[in-house]
T-cell receptor, first 119, second 115 residues
């Protein structure tokens, strides 16, 4: 399957600082990437859809000024948690959509996730 | 409304037995895709299997098969000959094709395999 990487895998920061998380599709180009957050023992909740070369589309209830998304190339999307607070502590996962060409169905491959702890 | 329902929060199964994880969905879309993902304790989401709404045959991938019953709107995952490494959270998910590839996840089922 396709490979998606995330960096960093784990980050601890002080309250009030900003944290950037990178999501890369390593062996395919992804015009669309997605950002999710997952609280312990809960399901994944979609935060936003990241579109290469255009503004991200945020889900209802997600603050776009707090969670800045940039999709500058076909293989890289970044999520920046600005002025992080303890309630932002969570597991953040990105996914990248394959195009479904060559007889393969379209599907999404997920990065390994980033655990953010805000003290 | 688009919704995925997994009614089994946790399951225990003896090693080498088959197990069925339940999933029902609700959508008004005629075209959609159904997925199962596995999430071990490390947190990564591992794609297991995909079923398109117009696929007439049930999808199979190795020990995984998807029991797709369109009229009942169910997409149960069957794992044959379970292994200890199958212990993980399992999420059923759906992409209504009208939603620009957004994936909607169920609440998950925690599967524990007993040796």
């Amino acid at each position: 399957g396709a490979v998606v990487s995330q960096h960093p895998s784990r980050v601890i920061c002080k309250s009030g600082t900003s944290v950037k998380i990178e999501c890369r599709s390593l062996d395919f180009q992804a015009t669309t990437m997605f950002w999710y957050r997952q609280f312990p023992k809960q399901s994944l909740m979609l935060m936003a859809t990241s579109n290469e070369g255009s503004k991200a589309t945020y889900e209802q209830g997600v603050e776009k000024d707090k969670f800045l998304i940039n999709h500058a190339s076909l293989t890289l999307s970044t999520l920046t948690v600005t002025s992080a607070h303890p309630e932002d502590s969570s597991f953040y996962i990105c996914s990248a959509r394959t195009s479904g060409t060559g007889g393969r169905q379209e599907t999404q491959y997920f990065g390994p996730g980033t655990r953010l702890l805000v003290l | 409304a688009q919704k995925i329902t997994q009614t089994q929060p946790g399951m225990f199964v003896q090693e080498k037995e088959a197990v069925t994880l339940d999933c029902t969905y609700d959508t008004s879309d005629q075209s959609y895709g159904l997925f199962w993902y596995k999430q071990p304790s490390s947190g990564e989401m591992i794609f297991l299997i995909y079923q398109g709404s117009y696929d007439e045959q049930n999808a199979t991938e190795g020990r995984y098969s998807l029991n797709f019953q369109k009229a009942r709107k169910s997409a149960n995952l069957v794992i044959s000959a379970s292994q200890l490494g199958d212990s993980a959270m399992y999420f059923c998910a759906m992409t209504p094709y009208s939603s620009a590839s957004k994936i909607i996840f169920g609440s998950g089922t925690r599967l524990s395999i007993r040796p």
